[in-house]
């Protein structure tokens, strides 16, 4: 496959592309969902998002991608090995999980050839393996067999996956971070699957004409000479990916106050979220966002520019209010920051 | 400028529309309106002439399975060799050639999903049966829609990715004209492809238009831009010229326009109205250069406009309200989308591992289990001449269907004295009789029923006819009136139903006489205010209902039991003679719509 569209090309969407460097800043946001338009750019960015990520040490030789400075989160064989562990830098996995994969290729397996060749009983680490430490995309999540959807949330929240089928019992870390996309007008998300996603994003395709000129012009420039285009835009990809590296090395050092955690509460109090997922993430993203700019606390700044996608997949439906839920939260920050 | 000879007539449009499609296959494709016949395999003999020399041609049926379309397990080979080999499917079968989707109209979305991913990437990732490989795609698609009508087509997600729609069905096989390129010209504009150059008017003039005529897909405009720098290799040249982006435009453009660009009102230009757009011979003339609009050149923009309004189908209103229609339709009906997994009937799916208890058993699924298996189990010798397969239980693969979910009709029964008094058993009479539809409809039902200070599910949904009846014919009655309550329960078990991914019908039957609020203290008005308040939230929450209201004729029209059913957002059935047969009718009607 020829190398992706670069990330820092992709006009415009910004509210998308925050979301997934915020993802890529810290994955405990807990995975984003771009659901919207067709032709606007959902799976491109993901692809791009790939070639952008920094590439990650890992132990050689290990089907699970295990950082060796992280013990903790070993698979069985890394814990089994003596002495320290050799690492590489190798780039940080974006699997794709096509649509018609079965369950034994998501899971694992049993390895057929050499349990056949040799007789041995060993396992074939499948795409959850493939994606620890890094991202797992589901283009038309909602078309995506549910026993299948039902696996990987439940994979995703306990970071651990375990196979227990043809003779084989396995445990492997597998923590990704879940990305879905899709399109409403092909069947919308069972409603328990939205909240279960970090943050969501409506996708739409630009307006404005301009920006429908540079997207078309880009995209053109690309398909007719994908070198060229990759050159020229390698500084922008560089400084982009430099300040993903900076901003994960910060991310600890940023502070949260109290004020931005009472902020953040009162604000999901005032939008009826249930539970306290609302919260975590908000103040996760915004802490993500402020040490991409830079700062070295979470401000009000970075709690408005987070609040709607946060937050606006997790509200009920308001009874008194036919607005939609993102002029909602729209709504509750102007009210709280007017204040 | 001339009119374009290359697209005076549909047919030579849609002739064109294949060469220029088969210039440069990869990443494109062609929605080919027409139903079998002779115009419909004249236009695909075209199209394979004009293609590649050699490259392959594919022909998927529309619900082709998983195992053909991305490939699998080959199980004869797979015998044979006694080690898993993988055999391709049909998208990697068709690389560096064309995939030809049969009766494009009928195939699900998620065939359309795995093609267009293959559109998009080039590659087909094939994750099933053990085997992790990517084989390339680099393939055009030709989607042979058969639709009657607007609302047969294709999926979307597939449309969007086809450059041309050629539309065949006005087209009589007397029309039908040789190729107007040989295949020498077809593969000197194939070489001259990479060379041609697009000016920056040529993008802006495609973007624009197409905004102009409501086409909201980017793709849109990247696949005219496509057939203009097709157009133009086609014609020997190396620049795009205005005359090729006039009739990209007025072949990729025009058959996508969601509006007349007329409605666009920041235009000086004194566009007619209502103007039928002319024939195409003199679709240039109204951007003719002497006309005294401005005081530089004709814009591009304008001149493209008028050749791809030119080329817009007549019946495009209606069109658009068609789509208009489709689009509510989709996005309101709860049942779209609504299917589940059965081990019993509907469509067969996918197979997956289980014991024969389970279901039937899958024998396509069971022996490509088993098959790589064979030499193993079978000792040294192969199985294959003669021998046995060897068939373990671990095998055994369960098919199971895909169905469509039924409704559950959700009961919201005043019990209270005051309802009682009046009907209480008439209500019961009908409800009996939806149970019997229910019954033939496959449909589950439960009951709520509130009075005295509280609401109950006096029966979970259920699809026993007999436990509702049961159920019904001992509901005690009596109390007071706590609407709210009941409405209150009803939503939370609609949300349950919800999750369990039915789709759940509330039918209110009231006489809006609350006198009960949500804390169970007495008072009328803050009762009926909780009751609203209550139905607000089912509104909220997207469940359809129907009220009834079983309150004596006498009412008044802003009888409470209106209000309440104005605040749910639901079908009002007054009736004031209500009978059993009446009552089923309501549901009925609301169940289907």
């Known amino acids: 496959m020829s190398s ?9 969407q910004e509210s998308m592309k925050l979301s997934f460097m915020i993802a890529a800043v810290d994955p405990s946001v807990g995975g984003v969902l771009a659901f919207g338009d067709r032709g606007t750019g959902k799976s491109t960015a993901v692809r791009a998002l790939a070639a952008l990520l920094p590439k990650m040490r890992a132990v050689v030789g290990c089907a699970y991608n295990c950082d060796p400075a ?48 040799n007789g041995e009983k060993c396992f074939e680490p499948g795409l959850l393996a493939q994606a620890n430490r890094g991202f797992l995309y589901i283009d038309e999540a909602n078309l995506l067999e549910d026993h299948l959807v039902d696996l990987l949330l439940d994979v995703a929240a306990s ?3 375990v196979v227990e089928r043809e003779g084989l019992s396995v445990r492997h870390p597998a923590r990704f971070v879940l ?73 600890a050092s940023v502070a949260t106050p109290d004020s931005a955690i009472e902020r953040a509460t009162r604000l999901c109090l005032a939008l009826g979220t249930d539970g306290l997922r609302g919260e975590l993430t908000l103040i996760r993203a915004a802490r993500a966002l402020a040490s991409l700019e830079g700062k070295s606390e979470v401000g009000d700044a970075q709690l408005r520019r987070v609040a709607p996608m946060a937050l606006s997949h997790r509200l009920r439906r308001n009874p008194l209010d036919d607005a939609g839920s993102a002029v909602r939260v729209e709504r509750a920050l102007q009210e709280m920051f007017a204040a | 400028m001339s009119a374009p000879i290359e697209a005076a007539t549909p047919w030579r449009r849609a002739s064109l529309a294949a060469a220029l499609f088969a210039i440069d296959p990869v990443g494109n494709g062609v929605i080919v309106r027409a139903g079998p016949g002779p115009v419909r395999d004249a236009w695909l003999g075209l199209l394979v002439e004009a293609l590649p020399a050699g490259a392959p041609l594919r022909r998927a049926p529309a619900n082709i399975a998983d195992d053909r379309l991305l490939g699998g397990l080959d199980i004869t080979a797979t015998l ?36 267009s991913s293959a559109l998009d990437r080039g590659v087909v990732t094939l994750a099933r049966d053990g085997f992790a490989m990517e084989m390339p795609a680099r393939l055009g698609v030709v989607a042979l829609d058969e639709g009657q009508g607007d609302d047969e087509r294709p999926p979307e997600a597939l449309v969007d990715r086809m450059g041309y729609w050629v539309d065949l069905t006005s087209i009589g096989w007397r029309e039908i004209e040789g190729a107007a390129y040989s295949a020498d010209e077809l593969v000197a504009a194939r070489a001259k492809l990479g060379g041609v150059e697009a000016e920056p008017s040529v993008v802006e003039a495609l973007v624009v238009v197409a905004a102009r005529l409501g086409v909201a897909s980017l793709r849109a405009p990247l696949f005219a831009l496509r057939a203009a720098r097709a157009l133009a290799a086609l014609r020997g040249g190396v620049r795009i010229e205005d005359d090729d982006v006039a009739l990209a435009a007025s072949l990729v453009l025009a058959p996508r326009a969601t509006r007349m660009p007329a409605e666009e009102d920041d235009e000086p230009e004194p566009e007619p109205e209502s103007e039928p757009p002319p024939p195409p011979d003199d679709a240039q003339e109204p951007s003719d250069p002497s006309e005294p609009q401005d005081d530089t050149m004709p814009d591009l923009d304008d001149l493209v406009l008028a050749a791809a309004q030119a080329a817009i189908p007549p019946d495009l209103l209606a069109r658009i309200e068609a789509g208009a229609s489709r689009r509510r339709k989709s996005s309101s009906d709860g049942k779209s989308g609504a299917f589940s997994i059965s ?40 199985a294959v001449g003669g021998n046995r397969l ?57 009951l709520v029923a509130f009075r005295g200070r509280g609401a109950e599910i006096v029966l979970p949904p259920t699809r026993s006819t007999a436990r509702a009846r049961r159920a019904l014919a001992g509901l005690p009655a009596g109390g007071g009136t706590p609407i709210a309550n009941g409405l209150d329960v009803a939503l939370a078990l609609a949300d349950q139903i919800q999750h369990k991914g039915q789709t759940p019908l509330l039918v209110l039957m009231t006489d809006g006489r609350a006198n009960i609020a949500r804390d169970g ?39 409470p039991s209106f209000l309440i059913a104005e605040a749910m957002q639901a079908i009002y059935v007054k009736l004031p003679y209500a009978n059993a047969t009446m009552v089923n009718e309501a549901v009925r009607a609301a169940v289907g719509s």
């Open chain 2, 343 to 382: 081990k019993l009937r509907g469509r067969p799916t996918e197979a997956r591992a289980g014991t024969l208890k389970e279901g039937r058993l899958s024998l396509v699924a069971t022996l490509r289990a088993a098959a790589p298996w064979q030499r193993v189990r079978g000792g040294e010798s192969p």
């Open chain 1, 179 to 251: 990305i879905g996309s899709g399109n409403p007008e092909e069947g919308e998300l069972r409603p328990q699957l939205l909240d279960r996603f970090g943050l969501a994003i409506d996708v739409k395709t630009p307006i404005d004409v301009p920006s429908r000129i540079e997207v078309v012009r880009r995209r053109d420039r690309f398909e007719r000479d994908p070198a060229a285009f990759h050159k020229k835009w390698a500084g922008e990809e560089r400084k982009l990916r430099n300040k993903i590296v900076s901003a994960r090395e910060n991310l």
């Open chain 1, 70 to 117: 992280d013990a903790a989160h070993f698979c069985d064989a890394c814990k089994r090995a003596k002495g320290e562990p050799k690492s590489a830098l190798r780039p940080a996995p974006v699997v794709d999980l096509p649509l018609g994969a079965t369950e034994d290729r998501v899971v694992g397996a049993l390895n057929l050839e050499r349990a056949l060749a």
């Open chain 2, 390 to 446: 060897q068939i373990k239980p671990d095998d055994f693969r369960i098919v199971r269907y895909r169905q469509r979910r039924g409704a559950t009709t959700v009961f919201i029964l005043d019990a209270s004295g005051s309802s009682a008094m009046q009907r209480l058993a008439e209500v019961k009479g009908a409800i009996e009789l939806l149970l019997a539809d229910c019954y033939i409809r496959r449909d589950s039902v439960a």
């Open chain 1, 4 to 12: 992706p569209f670069p990330f820092s090309a992709i006009v415009g």
């Open chain 2, 80 to 115: 044979r060799a006694g080690r898993p080999v993988a055999e391709p499917g049909i998208i990697a079968q068709a690389d560096g050639g064309v995939l030809v989707l049969a009766m494009a109209e009928r195939s699900t979305q998620g065939t359309a999903a795995r093609i």
């Open chain 2, 521 to 559: 203290t007495p008072g009328r008005p803050q009762a009926l205010q909780d009751a609203i308040d209550a139905g607000r939230r089912i509104r909220a929450s997207g469940v359809s209902a129907l009220a009834i209201d079983t309150s004596p004729p006498t009412s008044r029209p802003d009888a």
């Open chain 1, 159 to 161: 970071g651990v996956n």
